[in-house]
């Protein structure tokens, strides 16, 4: 394994507001006046300040959302897009600025060409495309048809893996059915957010449509599900953080969406390519140091190619670098401490269950890495599907290959977590990927592809306690209304 350190900058950046929170177009302190850090996790270097938001901050920005709502709801469909249009133009001109944003703040390196404009663009044509359908009737004289309409103020609460990306997915789906919204971004990695609804300012999208109060999980974002005129909420996080915000919404009634984690199957049959699989495979777990919700994390394999795969996939693994944000680095560290101790407690509960470590399995030493929160990309061998560290989400770089004997028991041990979020297969053979495809229990299924995405407009979202609703797809507009039927006579 390459390792490369060095001490980046601290944040600069005219996009990001230090110690203030968009509440109505305003950016304002928390309303007790205290503050968090937001610091580097490469060496825990001070990246900005943020407000400490409380329930009170929520009840300012639900105000602000309510007295924007008329005028956005009401504004035709058609130039809600054309601002969603001119918010994607103004992220793309500032996309470098962007990037190192949310690199410096999770921690990632780079990943080529900003995708955000993209997923914004995609949102913002779907916004006059909400239409309603007509009704048959019992007589001529009667006309019924449907109307969908926003449920008015939303909310969202997104992580902290991939903070750009999913705030316009959810702010942009939310706004474009024209509701206006309360976002509360993950206290580790809110710069991005903040940055992002600046722009937004910035394109014209009225004062109040987005409001984003910052803080801790258990202050302002427990108090947005639970405010009462939240009217819907959508969420993506973990499923134990997850429940709880459905709780808070059934107390009131809200309808909400949830995108919770995943412990993702990559199955590997005698025949696959494995080279194509094997950099794929490692890539899906060393991306974004592994804290991805769709990770392939479980290689179920045959055991008639289990050690040339393993073999190769270690190989593959040492080749992975890693350092700092602004270095050319395949992984960065993870977000916090917390993080750290709960990837490297999981590696040692893998060990003293009898799993075997072929590669990596401690963070590095030496240098600047001590003050950072770093782990090497690790490969576990002889898991068993019982075993804690194939059943739950570690949300780091740790990959266990589990043995199996024939199709059906790679079904089995690829369906026995209670996620099911994402599934791939690795065949060159078709009626092995259909028979796959439908069997395994998962959201997305890829067939020659880690993640099992690569298409636009796929509705992403999970089976089990991966979550329910689907965001990203043709319908992610749609999912933010509520349908009214209209009877005319």
Not at 302 to 327: F, N
Not at 461 to 470: A, D, E, I, Q, T
């Amino acid at each position: 394994m390459t390792i490369i350190s060095d001490h980046p900058a601290s944040l600069d950046s005219d996009l990001v507001v230090d110690g203030a929170q968009l509440i109505g177009g305003e950016w304002v302190p928390a309303a007790s006046g205290e503050t968090i850090d937001v610091i580097n996790p490469a060496n825990r270097a001070l990246l900005a300040r943020i407000p400490r938001g409380t329930a009170e901050d929520v009840e300012l920005a639900v105000q602000a959302a309510e007295a924007a709502l008329p005028a956005w709801r009401d504004m035709n469909a058609t130039a809600r897009g054309r601002l969603l249009f001119r918010w994607a133009d103004l992220i793309e001109q500032n996309a470098e600025a962007i990037d190192e944003i949310e690199r410096q703040e999770v921690g990632r390196p780079s990943w080529g060409p900003l995708g955000t404009p993209g997923q914004l663009r995609f949102i913002a044509g779907q916004a006059d495309k909400v239409q309603g359908v007509s009704l048959p009737t019992y007589s001529p004289d009667q006309l019924g048809f449907t109307l969908r309409e926003p449920y008015g103020v939303v909310g969202g609460i997104i992580p902290w893996n991939a903070p750009g990306p999913m705030f316009v997915t959810e702010v942009g789906a939310a706004i474009a059915a024209g509701n206006t919204m309360v976002m509360k971004p993950a206290e580790d990695a809110p710069l991005t957010p903040l940055a992002l609804a600046k722009l937004a300012l910035e394109a014209g999208i009225p004062a109040g449509v987005i409001n984003v109060v910052t803080g801790y999980g258990h202050e302002a974002g427990a108090a947005v599900p639970a405010h009462p005129r939240i009217r819907r909420m959508g969420f993506t996080g973990s499923p134990q953080t997850g429940a709880l915000v459905m709780e808070a919404c059934a107390k009131n009634l809200t309808p909400l969406h949830l995108e919770l984690g995943g412990k993702s199957p990559q199955v590997v049959f005698p025949d696959a390519d494995l080279d194509l699989a094997v950099p794929a495979m490692t890539a899906g777990i060393t991306m974004n140091t592994g804290q991805i919700c769709a990770a392939g994390s479980r290689v179920v394999v045959l055991r008639s190619i289990h050690d040339e795969l393993v073999d190769r996939l270690a190989a593959q693994m040492e080749k992975i670098t890693y350092g700092p944000w602004h270095q050319p680095v395949n992984m960065g560290p993870l977000i916090n401490q917390k993080q750290h101790e709960r990837v490297l407690g999981y590696i040692d509960i893998g060990r003293e269950a009898g799993a075997e470590v072929v590669t990596g399995g401690a963070a590095p030493t030496g240098g600047d890495f001590g003050n950072g929160f770093f782990v090497q990309p690790t490969l576990f061998d002889k898991v068993d599907p019982s075993m804690r560290i194939a059943r739950e989400e570690i949300f780091g770089p740790v990959l266990s290959v589990i043995a199996v004997d024939d199709e059906q028991e790679a079904i089995e041990v690829a369906n026995g977590t209670e996620y099911g979020l994402v599934a791939s297969v690795w065949t060159r053979d078709l009626g092995t990927a259909v028979r796959m495809s439908r069997s395994l229990e998962a959201g997305q299924v890829g067939v020659n592809s880690p993640l099992g995405a690569g298409v636009i407009g796929g509705p992403f979202g999970g089976y089990k306690n991966s979550g329910f609703g689907r965001t990203m797809g043709a319908d992610s507009v749609l999912d933010w209304t509520q349908v009214k039927t209209v009877s005319m006579r």
